[in-house]
């Protein structure tokens, strides 16, 4: 049973900051890449980032690209999202989900390639 746990979430003003976390159990978390997605009230759920097995490949969605950056550490199965000069339109609950198959190098940024995921954590930003 893989488990998903996010942190990190919270209110905060145009411009701030927020390190958001996501905690991973029961599966060898090294071997997978995993992505963020969020999803705003009314909206579809989106790709914000995701991150290969190894850390080694990254990628953003345009609207985020240079403000957030997304990291792992495989030896204490968690995975990060640094959000930098937050706007009004990131707010969203945020999702960390872990992509279905082993070890692609890829980065997969569709709902469909992620098979497990957390419960979300809510970020809002004040204008």
């Known amino acids: 049973q893989v488990q998903l746990v996010e942190s990190g979430g919270g209110l905060v003003q145009a411009g701030g900051s927020l390190r958001l976390s996501c905690a991973a159990s029961?599966?060898?978390?090294?071997?997978?890449?995993m992505g963020w997605f969020r999803q705003a009230p009314g909206k579809e759920r989106e790709f914000v980032s995701g991150i290969s097995w190894n850390g080694v490949r990254t990628y953003y969605t345009g609207s985020v690209k240079g403000r957030f950056t997304i990291s792992r550490d495989n030896a204490k199965n968690t995975m990060f999202l640094q959000m930098n000069s937050l706007k009004p339109e990131d707010t969203a609950v945020y999702y960390c989900?872990?992509?279905?198959?082993?070890?692609?190098?890829?980065?997969?940024?569709?709902?469909?390639?992620?098979?497990?995921w957390g419960q979300g954590t809510q970020v809002t930003v004040s204008s």
């Open positions: 989900a872990v992509d279905k198959r082993l070890g692609r190098t890829i980065i997969a940024t569709t709902r469909y390639e992620y098979d497990y």
């Open positions: 029961g599966r060898t978390f090294g071997s997978y890449a």
